[in-house]
């Protein structure tokens, strides 16, 4: 779906993310619309998307849910990933720019 947080695995095709998998370790994107093939995916730059709860200039993090983020770094657990991967911006909008370091919580 637009918006979705993907990863891309060791075949090229894009998958749903959480910060539960090392899968979020890799190269991550946000869909482009309900068909990567035909609309795309967006590796670095900014996106306007629905509705969230996070500020303006706040640091966004994989989400534990398939898929999502959120600015809220207490998503992140034991034996998670936490990797920054944009910043909030005015109406709606992130910069969507993934750091390339990571770490797993113990």
Known sequence: NFGDLLYMNNAGNWGLTNNNSSNSTRLLGIALGTNIVTQGVLIRGNIRLGAFTFQEGDPLYISDANGKFSS?????????YARIIGYGLPTNTIYFNPDNTWVQVV
């Open 72 to 80: 809220n770094p207490s998503v992140v657990g034991s034996g998670d």
